[in-house]
Structures are given as structure tokens and as C-alpha cells.
């Protein structure tokens, strides 16, 4: 059934575009103070094992896109975003990414960007076999072209910010989504029947890299680090570390529980928890994706607005429903889509981010109050 509301014309559903400002003309202490005045709500809200906070998400077209080469523009774009977040009545503040691509650890194994005009960096596998791979002589992504430019871009980030302003990390994607920028994917799937052991030790490598950069990521940032970054709602009063794990759909629970849940715990072990990512609809996978023993928090869509195939609504109330375990949910629409979205997707018991991208300040104004009516009574 073709979806009539998603607008595949527009680069970007979740994308709001916003004028770029000067950093010298960036009032700094405002952001600081209006991050630290919500900074009782987040810890309040990560705290609790139940609960409703809501996010404004400010994403920019041109920051995850052609203009993350350029970390003057990204920044100045990014500030812009900031300034206008200021206006939308929200309890989780926005906050800066040195965004740089998805194919940060790929670098590792000399994979390079190919730039098309107006586009964010592709990649192409470069690899036909896991021994390949495996034969590679393999850098610390620090040392690469893209690692340098990532811990470049934060270290400009602190500079020009002085380091009041929130940053994340760089986006993160999963050992297995790692793996398929490597090779083809018909390719990587096929290996992991034919060469379990050589797969494992793939992804055994791959996270090693993985969690060597990043906690030079974290190192660099400091106390201006929120967890768990990216596409997700972000605190400094959150833990865990989020990641994009969009092939999980492609491959059975049996193959996921087996080869990659281990991983996923093991990485979520060094930053306060795992926090799942998947575009489209991941819903029958959540049985599997909760065995991930120390999963924090899930990410999806949930209208036909955010994606072509959203979530089933439902699903995630049933499944997450006294878990502790937060639901952010990202809801591309209007005032009734939102609060009609919410109102299926909260139970008492449920811990819910809304994450909205209303089009002005009064509307955002009066989505805020009828989520917590609709979460508090």
C-alpha cells in the first residue's frame, strides 16, 4: 500500500532549516543557562523508572548532508538551530554533533568518502570476503582521514564554544551495520552462514576499534559530553551509548541473539547501557532486541510523517510498559497526529521521550501541554 503522507520530494522529514549564526554573535551564556534550566527535569526524568518528557529535535538538513565537510559551516548552522530551539517549549535541550558521515570506523580499514555535489559522504564496499577483511592492515581510526577530521571538528567545536555548549558524540553505527559498509550485504550475510567463527572475529574487531575512538571522543569532550548522542534525545544527565542498527530487520532473532547481542552488551558496558536504533518498522523484533541485558533506551518511528513504514503503535506500549526502559518516539506532524500518536502509545508504567518537530513556537507550545496532560492524568 503506497503511503500518501510521507513526502518523499523533501530531503528530509525530520529536518528543520534554520539561518547559520556567527559564533561571535551566538549569546553562549544564554544556551548554558537555558541547558542548566532544564537540567533538573532530565536527571528527574532519567531517574525515574516511569514517566513523559518532551523533545523539540532540531536536525539540519545541511549538517548531514555536503556541509559536514566543512566544520565552520556545520558549526554555524548547528548554532543556528540552537537559537531557534530556545523558542519551542521542550524539557530535553538540543545540542551540538561533529557529524561527519556513518563511515567513521570503516576508515579503519582504508575506506574513504566518495562526495557527490550536495550529498552526505557515500561509501562503497570495498571488500568481496570476510578474508579480506581479516587480511587488512587495519589503522586505530584516529590515525585515518575521517577519525581526524571527527576529533578535529569536536576539539573546533570546544574552541569556538568554550565549552558551555552540549556535544555528542560522532554517530555511531553497530558492529553489524559496520560490517555491511565493508563488504556487500549479500555478501556479509551469506559469510556469517559460511564463516561463523571468521564473522565473529570481524565484528570482535570492529568493536574494539569502535570503542577505542569513542572513548577518545569522550576524553576530548568532557563535561560537555551528553549521552547517548545523535539522533536521540541527549542529556548530560543520560547514560548509555546509542547506536543505528538498521540491518537488525534483515536478519533472524536467532542470528541476532547469537552474534550480536554479545557485542551490543559488551559496548553498552563502558558508557551506562545500550540504546537501540532502527529506521522502519522494527516492531517484531522487540522480543529480541530487550534480551540486550543492560538496553536503556529504544528509538522509532511513529507516524507516517517520520517514516514510510512507521512503528505499530501498540507493539511498543505492550512491550515496554514497566521495563524502565525509555521509548523515544519521533513524531513527524501535526498537533492531532502527535497527541493521538501519544495517546495510543502511553500506558501508566511506560518512560516515553516525544520526540516533536513542530513547525512554530505556539504549536510546540500546545503539543507540550497535551502530552503531559494526556501522560499525567
Known amino acids: 500500500m503506497v503511503n500518501n503522507n510521507f513526502n518523499y520530494k523533501i530531503n528530509d522529514s525530520q529536518g528543520t532549516n534554520v539561518e547559520p549564526i556567527l559564533i561571535k554573535d551566538f549569546d553562549l551564556e ?6 542548566s534550566s532544564l537540567s533538573e527535569r532530565c536527571k528527574d526524568f532519567w531517574n525515574k523508572k516511569k514517566g513523559v518528557a518532551v523533545y523539540r529535535r532540531f536536525r539540519v538538513p545541511r549538517v548531514f548532508a ?8 556545520s558549526l554555524e548552522l548547528q548554532l543556528g538551530a540552537l537559537n531557534e530551539s530556545m523558542k519551542y517549549k521542550a524539557d530535553i535541550p538540543n545540542f551540538l554533533e561533529p557529524w561527519y558521515g556513518i563511515g567513521t570506523i570503516t ?24 578474508e579480506e577483511v581479516l587480511n587488512y592492515q587495519y589503522l586505530p581510526v584516529e590515525k585515518t582521514e575521517i577519525g581526524k577530521h571527527t576529533l578535529g571538528v569536536i576539539e573546533y567545536f570546544l574552541e569556538k564554544t568554550e565549552g558551555k555548549i552540549p556535544i555528542s558524540f560522532a554517530d555511531i553505527q553497530s558492529p553489524l551495520d559496520i560490517a555491511s559498509l565493508l563488504l556487500p550485504i549479500d555478501k556479509l550475510f551469506l559469510e556469517m552462514y559460511d564463516n561463523p567463527e571468521k564473522y565473529t572475529k570481524l565484528l570482535s574487531i570492529i568493536v574494539d576499534l569502535l570503542l577505542d575512538f569513542t572513548k577518545k571522543q569522550q576524553e576530548l569532550i568532557g563535561d560537555a559530553l551528553v549521552y547517548p548522542g545523535h539522533g536521540f534525545a541527549s542529556s548530560r544527565y543520560f547514560k548509555g551509548i546509542g547506536m543505528s542498527d538498521d540491518n537488525t530487520i534483515m536478519i533472524s532473532d536467532d542470528f541476532y541473539e547469537r552474534f550480536e547481542i554479545p557485542f551490543r552488551k559488551k559496548i553498552g558496558l563502558e558508557f551506562g547501557g545500550y540504546v537501540f536504533h532502527s529506521c522502519g518498522n522494527w516492531s517484531k523484533k522487540i522480543s529480541v532486541i530487550k534480551k540486550i541485558s543492560n538496553l536503556v533506551m529504544v528509538d522509532g518511528a511513529f507516524s507516517e510523517e517520520t517514516d514510510p513504514d512507521p512503528n505499530v503503535v501498540e507493539t511498543f506500549a505492550e512491550q515496554f510498559v514497566n521495563t524502565g526502559i525509555i521509548v523515544n518516539a519521533r513524531i513527524v506532524g501535526d498537533i492531532q497526529t502527535i497527541t493521538e500518536t501519544v495517546k495510543k502509545l502511553w500506558k501508566p508504567g511506560i518512560k516515553l521521550i516525544v520526540v516533536t518537530y513542530c513547525k512554530s513556537p505556539a504549536e510546540q507550545g500546545e503539543v507540550y501541554e497535551r502530552i503531559h496532560e494526556i501522560c499525567c492524568n
Do not use: L, R
Request: proline share 5%.
Open 30 to 35: 544564554k544556551y548554558h543557562d537555558y541547558e
Open 66 to 73: 555536503s556541509a559536514c565537510k566543512d566544520m565552520k559551516t
Open 107 to 130: 576508515s579503519a580499514f582504508g575506506v574513504d568518502y566518495i562526495w557527490y555535489e550536495g550529498q552526505a559522504p557515500a561509501i562503497n564496499p570495498s571488500f568481496n570476503s570476510i
